[in-house]
T-cell receptor, first 113, second 114 residues
């Protein structure tokens, strides 16, 4: 299947720092989703993006749908300890089955107080 | 949070035994999915359903079957469990196809096959 390249794989930052992560693909996607997963729990949807170029915020989180439709970015400003977790991107491709998301392998974020 | 429950939350079983995992939703969403999550592989789609009694295979469907007799329930069955099926299994739901297919996940079932 199609692959999403998510980077970085892991990040170790100090509380208060800003964080950036991204997902790229060689294929075009018409929807990008960002999820966060805490240990022992299911992924929780953070932000959904539906249009190329779209920039959407959710509190300290901002995500962008790349203009080429082949990438997406997630930024977290002024990180806090509860931001710790794994962040996943997911994309929905144009054409074919409209039900299947493709997931990145995740970015593990550690925030040092 | 979307009303999704999974049962059991944890299960330990032996190789060769049948196992059924249940996903129950209270959102009346049309689409339901089963994923497995493994280190180094992320989330991989096993099977999905686009309506009652309408199901299709995902990318890692071998060794798994599903059934959906009611809108609210989606069952995942391992007919004869193997150690390679030790994983965390997540159910997800969504209500719209196409570009608005935003999926919401359940809390997961941790399955260990000895």
């Amino acid at each position: 299947g199609q692959q999403l390249n998510q980077s970085p794989q892991s990040m170790f930052i100090q509380e208060g720092e800003d964080v950036s992560m991204n997902c790229t693909s060689s294929s075009i996607f018409n929807t990008w989703l960002w999820y966060k997963q805490d240990p022992g729990e299911g992924p929780v949807l953070l932000i959904a993006l539906y249009k190329a170029g779209e920039l959407t915020s959710n509190g300290r989180l901002t995500a962008q749908f790349g203009i080429t439709r082949k990438d997406s970015f997630l930024n977290i400003s002024a990180s806090i300890p509860s931001d710790v977790g794994i962040y996943f991107c997911a994309g929905l491709q144009s054409g074919g089955s409209n039900y299947k998301l493709t997931f990145g392998k995740g970015t593990l974020l550690t925030v040092n107080p | 949070d979307a009303g999704i429950t999974q049962s059991p939350r944890h299960k330990v079983t032996e190789t060769g035994t049948p196992v059924t995992l249940r996903c129950h939703q209270t959102e009346n969403h049309r689409y339901m999915y089963w994923y497995r999550q493994d280190p180094g592989h992320g989330l991989r789609l096993i099977h999905y359903s686009y309506g009652v009694k309408d199901t299709d295979k995902g990318e890692v469907s071998d060794g798994y079957s599903v059934s959906r007799s009611k809108t609210e329930d989606f069952l995942l069955t391992l007919e004869s469990a193997t150690s390679s099926q030790t994983s965390v299994y997540f159910c997800a739901i969504s209500n719209l196809a196409g570009a608005s297919n935003t999926q919401y996940f359940g809390p997961g079932t941790r399955l260990t096959v000895l």
